[in-house]
């Protein structure tokens, strides 16, 4: 008796400005593939510039289309609502079903890992609520003090949890408040042939690529996005929660910092940001690191005759 083939994803991951949307697309192409955006702020409307989002085509649809490659969860939620990894993964999962449904190979593509790993080893999230009053009160805390404050109460959860990002913190804490404890995350990876390939580039050379990014970026207008959001009503403690170029430009728009420090302090954190992508993704197993698109060709086209 024949076996059944296993479903197919592919995963396409690698710090910033390293090439990954440009490479799904040409493989989505190539392997008729659809596009499902693995990054934490592509999933806000209006957040264009600031997030590397790929150019939306001019065709009329109800779905996003870029270069005529379908793509999903960009410009699905407004920058002003609640948004979480909880329902990220609910909407990926969904979207994998809904593309191999239509015969079609899913490519989970984007640099939050904590996004892409939710997805691939299926987490198993505690069903606490959002306690909005506490959230508000938490959220006028400094992350340091935050942090003090899940050392107490969970210090295994408080060692584990990105310092940086406040977002996090503020949910375990809630978790934490109401279980005592932030309770150990249970996976249950995806019974799927799951391809992942990450885009390996030269510390020197992933620095002149983050530059002249960040160069391209200006020039095209990111400073009037920023403008535009807080004119939209997005809060200044918002684009400060998006980080990076969100947080960077609303300190220059209000005149806490210049131009010159602006530009400066953006750079070295968006560098200091690929490091912390990359500690994540060498902690997944199973990467294959490509150097060249012929690389990344190779193995999906082996790996799909299987």
Not at 11 to 37: M, Q
Not at 218 to 225: A, T
Request: hydrophobic content about 35%.
């Amino acid at each position: 008796m024949k076996k059944i083939k296993k479903k197919k994803l592919l995963v396409i991951l690698g710090p910033t400005a390293s090439g990954k949307s440009d490479l799904a697309i040409k493989i989505a192409k190539k392997f008729n593939g659809e596009v499902i955006s693995a990054d934490s702020r592509q999933v806000y409307k209006g957040m264009d510039l600031g997030t590397g989002k790929v150019e939306k085509d001019q065709q009329k649809s109800k779905f996003y289309y870029s270069e005529n490659i379908r793509h999903h969860l960009l410009d699905i939620i407004k920058p002003t609502q609640y948004f979480s990894v909880y329902n990220y993964q609910k909407l990926a999962l969904k979207a994998i079903k809904d593309i191999l449904k239509r015969k079609k190979l899913p490519i989970l593509c984007g640099g939050t890992g904590f996004y892409i790993s939710s997805v691939i080893e299926n987490w198993q999230f505690t069903k606490i609520k959002p306690d909005w009053k506490l959230r508000k009160s938490l959220e006028q805390l400094s992350n340091e003090e935050l942090l003090k404050q899940l050392e107490k109460i969970d210090p295994e959860r408080a060692k584990e949890i990105d310092p940086k990002n406040k977002r996090r913190i503020i949910r375990a804490l809630e978790i934490a408040f109401k279980l005592g404890k932030v309770p150990k995350l249970i996976k249950k990876p995806l019974k799927m042939d799951i391809l992942i390939l990450g885009i390996k580039k030269e510390k020197e050379e992933l620095k002149e690529l983050i530059k002249k990014r960040l160069e391209k970026r200006l020039e095209k207008g990111m400073i009037e996005e920023v403008k535009r959001l807080k004119k939209e009503g997005v809060p200044s403690s918002k684009l400060e929660s998006f980080g990076l170029e969100y947080r960077w430009i609303n300190r220059f728009l209000e005149k806490k910092i210049s131009y010159e420090e602006m530009i400066k302090s953006l750079y070295k954190e968006i560098l200091k940001y690929a490091k912390r992508q990359m500690t994540w993704f060498k902690k997944m197993k199973n990467v294959f690191w490509i150097k060249t698109e012929k690389e990344a060709y190779r193995l999906v086209k082996d790996w799909l005759k299987n």
